[in-house]
């Protein structure tokens, strides 16, 4: 899941682990680890992020990465996703 995390470019380890326990976090609450919404369902889709497709996401997630990877050739990193973003205070 690091290499997944990297993505493009360089992330510092302590931020690697906070993006970990914060992913852990939402699976462990039944939630979708891209996109935060929840509780999980019957879902069936595999994030593409991942070589051996072990993390499960939502299907509309799921749709997402297989649009970008179908227009780019690339799927996103881990590193992009919105449950990982900085909040941003209003």
Known sequence: MTTALLGYGRISTGL???HVRDLEDLVHRCHCPRCGHGPKAAWTSASLTTADG???????CANQEAIAEMCTGVVPPMAAWPTLQPRRRR
């Open 16 to 18: 690697v682990e906070k």
């Open 54 to 60: 072990c993390l499960g996401i939502c299907d509309a």
